[in-house]
Structures are given as structure tokens and as C-alpha cells.
């Protein structure tokens, strides 16, 4: 039998349809480099420790410098493995034989090298998408600074509802993309710690030590409970968590870029390189990449139930049921760290259309919320008297002076042309503009609210 590690207790009738079903080969490629620095770790530690003779750790070494120069030979990624831990192994012994090579495995199993190994790989993907995201931000705040005089229209219900700025809607996105990073960070701290010396699940009898092999490869101790080592993923659920709630955001913004490119909205034009067209249609230009973006949150939703789904109901301490997770976890993390570079590329390359957006302000009754305030403000109404004569006064169909005024004397008794309304205060109350501008509070779309809230945000990107 190639696979050593069968070799003992099991016969060698197994057919390939049943190894090609146990392996966990095909995703093992994506932890066979960690899987060579956990070797040397371990390797350097059990010399130190005295429990490897310097001989064989030096012959061991050797291979594993071979495999960190030029990865892990072909051979290992037989599915004959049950994965990447047996075949590296069958690999180093071809090398430097069972004598010396045979030693490596020395208080360690493939539930605690396959653990640290995962969680080292993942390491790197959260880091990675946190500098995607990240990218990302910088690419809102710049737009944004861009676009803090762009009067848009804003929504609730898809009902055009106040104007605003889309410099305003984009800070809103990176707002929502600061804490997604915030997540990331959060699950980045609780998943370094190091599984390694768990071992099967009860730690072992040689005197390891711990504490070395963790800080040689970068985590910031050892696991407290070798049980809880080899049998949790839940540091996968977390990043998976945190991916697909990222992906939740990404979706709804990658929504309103397709609404937005449309022919009858024509708020935004995406380059060439980000659209597609039609194998029928010549004239068409579609937004697929804001399309595939936004069916990746439920790929990588999906994902997280997977993972979620798989670790339910396992008792302690590791199954082999935790082999079909990570697969789900390469593929969640993968599709969100994807999905948020190429939307960035989208956004970057975008041509926004104020004229529209500004057009579209204003229709609606958009700024009857502002005309309604300054009846309060400046002509003594209750706020609610103000919405009821504004309302009937929408409901007639029109926001002029006369319409306005029947409508006080109708809701209220009382006459605004009184009380000094004038059809150019009127006008005045209903420009998008002033509107915008009367909304300078923290958090609101005013020029110089949002030029102070991209300073902000700047400074803690
Ligand atoms: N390939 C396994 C996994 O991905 C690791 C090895 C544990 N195998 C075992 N038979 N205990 O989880």
C-alpha cells in the first residue's frame, strides 16, 4: 500500500470510487504549503525538545526546504491519500527513508495538523479580504468626495422619499464595509490560537512544547483544551459569518448599480470591462459582474449554512464529518474575497451621471418633508398640522401657493398667505438643494457634514 498510514491495521481491498469518496485531496491543495511550514514547526520543536535525533532532523529538513522551494511533489495528491498530511508523508519517506522520516509524526495526528493548517490558511484569506474591503472603502470615500454637491434622489420603499447626495449613499456603504472589516478583525484575533500538540484529541505523553510551535508559526498561543482543538470549527462559522454578512451589503449595492444602469434610471454607466452583452441582442450592455456579485452572497450564504449545518449534533471530539466542511469554507471565503475586488474594479471604473440623479430629485414631491418643516419652523404650525396641509395639498396634485394655502384653511383654518408665506419662500422650501444643504447635523447629506464625515472615515481607514 502507498498510504502508509493504512498500511498496518487495513487490507489493501478498497476500491477507487471509495478513496476517491474519502479523500479530501481536491481541497487539501489549498492547505498543502501551511502543511509543510507545520512540519518544520513541529520538526524544530521535537529537536529542541530532544525528542528527535539531530540526524534525522536535519534529513527531514532537508525534504521539507525541497517541498517549501518547489511545493509538494505530484505524487502526494494521489487520491490513494486519504489527503495532503498522508501523502507528504509517503513522499518524505521516499525521500529520506523510514528511518529518519518516519519520525516526523511523533506527537502529533492529521486532527491537529489538518486543524492549524486550515486556520493558518484562513488567516491569510481574512486578511487578504479585510485589505479587499478595505480597497474598497477607499474607493467609496474618494467617490464620495467626488460627489458631495450630486443631488440624488433618496428612497424608502423604492418610493422617491428626500433628496440627498450621493456622496450621502456612499458613505452609507462604507459605513456598513468599516464594520464588515470590524468582524473580520474580531474573528482574525479568536481564530490565532494554535491547535497543534492536541494531537488525536488528548495531547500527548512526550514532552512537546507548545508554546514554540505556536509562536514559530505566527499564532498567539497554543489552544487551552486539546479536545476543544481538534473537534471545533467554529472559528470557520464565525469567518464564514462574517463573510455572508458582508456579502448581504455587497448584494444590495450591487442591486442598485444594475437598477441604476438601467436605460429608464441611467444614474451610472459601467465601463466596458465590467459588462457584458448579448449573443442575440447587439445593442446590449449588461451589468453581469454586479449580477454575479450579487448571486455570490448566496453562494457564500449557502456556504455558512453548509459549515453550520455539517458541525450541528457532532459529538466530541473529532469526526471525519469536519473534513466536509472545509471545502464549504474555501469556497465561501473565495467567492466573497473575489466578488468584493472585482466589484471595486466596478465602482473605480464607473462613470456617475449627476444631471439625472438631479432630475430625478426632484420629482415626487421629494421635498415636501422640508416644505412641511418650514411651515413649522417659520410659520408656527404643529409639526403634525404642517404634514396633514402638505399632504392635501399632494393630493391635489401640486405644491403651488394657492394650493398650499386652500389646503391650511381646509386642514387648519388658518391662512400661511397671512402668516407671510410667499410663492418664492415656497419655491425656495422645495428646492433639493436647500433641502440638502438644511441637513448639515452629524450623520447627515450636507456638502459640509459629509466633507467632515469622509475626513472621519479617512482617518480610521
Ligand atoms: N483529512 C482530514 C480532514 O480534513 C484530516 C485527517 C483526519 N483524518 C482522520 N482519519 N482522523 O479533516
Keep these: 500500500q502507498r ?50 535525533v539531530t540526524d534525522a532532523a536535519q534529513a527531514i529538513m532537508g525534504a521539507l526546504l525541497g517541498f517549501h522551494r518547489d511545493g509538494v511533489p505530484p505524487e502526494a495528491y494521489d487520491e490513494e491519500f486519504e489527503d495532503i498530511h498522508a501523502g507528504k508523508e509517503a513522499a518524505l519517506i521516499a525521500r ?7 519520525r516526523l509524526h511523533m506527537g502529533r495526528s492529521r486532527n491537529d495538523e489538518v486543524a492549524t493548517c486550515i486556520r493558518m490558511r484562513l488567516r491569510d484569506d481574512l486578511i487578504a479580504l479585510m485589505e479587499e ?45 468599516g464594520r464588515d472589516v470590524g468582524r473580520l478583525r474580531d474573528a482574525l484575533v479568536r481564530l490565532n490560537e494554535c491547535p497543534l500538540g492536541a494531537a488525536a484529541f488528548a495531547s500527548t505523553g512526550y514532552p512537546i512544547d507548545r508554546e514554540m510551535t505556536a509562536s514559530l508559526l505566527g499564532f498567539d498561543r497554543p489552544m487551552g483544551n486539546s479536545m476543544d482543538a481538534v473537534s471545533t470549527r467554529d472559528f470557520a462559522l464565525e469567518a464564514l459569518s462574517a463573510c ?38 447587439p ?34 471530539s473529532y469526526n ?11 469556497q465561501g471565503v473565495t467567492a466573497a474575497r473575489e466578488s468584493v475586488a472585482v466589484f471595486a474594479g466596478l465602482l473605480r471604473t464607473a462613470a456617475f ?21 418650514v411651515l413649522v419652523r417659520e410659520f408656527g404650525l404643529p409639526f403634525r398640522t404642517a404634514h396633514s396641509v402638505v399632504g392635501r395639498a399632494v ?7 394657492d394650493t398650499v394655502e386652500a389646503s391650511a384653511v381646509e386642514v387648519a383654518g388658518i391662512s400661511l398667505c397671512d402668516r407671510g408665506l410667499t410663492a418664492e419662500r415656497l419655491a425656495s422650501a422645495l428646492d433639493p438643494a436647500v433641502s440638502v444643504a438644511s441637513r448639515g447635523i452629524c450623520g447627515g447629506p450636507a456638502p459640509a457634514e459629509t466633507a467632515r464625515a469622509i475626513t472621519e472615515r479617512e482617518d480610521a481607514l
Aim: with cysteine; proline share 3%.
Design 96 to 102: 529520506v527513508g523510514e528511518e529518519f522520516g518516519g
Design 244 to 281: 455572508a454578512v458582508e456579502m448581504a451589503t455587497l448584494s444590495r449595492f450591487c442591486e442598485e448599480i444594475i437598477l441604476w444602469s438601467s436605460a429608464f434610471v441611467r444614474f451610472v454607466t459601467l465601463s466596458d470591462g465590467y459588462s457584458s452583452t448579448s449573443s442575440i441582442m
Design 133 to 177: 474591503t478595505n480597497d474598497l472603502r477607499g474607493v467609496l470615500l474618494a467617490l464620495a468626495g467626488e460627489h458631495r454637491e450630486t443631488i440624488m434622489p433618496g428612497f424608502t420603499h423604492l418610493q422617491h422619499a428626500q433628496p440627498t447626495t450621493l456622496a450621502h449613499h456612499l458613505l452609507a456603504y462604507e459605513a456598513a464595509f
Design 395 to 401: 393630493r391635489k396634485g401640486a405644491l403651488d401657493l
Design 320 to 330: 471525519r464529518d469536519l473534513q466536509e466542511l472545509t471545502p464549504h469554507l474555501w
Design 3 to 52: 498510504d502508509l498510514v493504512r498500511r498496518g491495521r487495513l487490507s489493501d481491498d478498497r476500491t477507487g470510487e471509495v478513496a476517491h469518496f474519502l479523500s479530501s485531496m481536491a481541497a487539501d491543495h489549498r492547505i498543502a504549503d501551511m502543511d509543510v511550514l507545520v512540519d518544520m514547526a513541529h520538526l524544530l520543536m521535537l529537536e529542541r525538545q530532544g525528542i528527535m
Design 283 to 316: 445593442q446590449k450592455k449588461n451589468p453581469d459582474t454586479a449580477e454575479i456579485s450579487r448571486a455570490k452572497a448566496g453562494t457564500v450564504a449557502g456556504a455558512f449554512t453548509a459549515a453550520l449545518t455539517i458541525t450541528r449534533g457532532l459529538p466530541m
Design 353 to 373: 451621471h449627476p444631471e439625472p440623479m438631479a432630475e430625478e430629485a426632484a420629482v415626487g414631491f421629494s421635498t415636501a418633508t422640508e416644505l412641511a418643516d
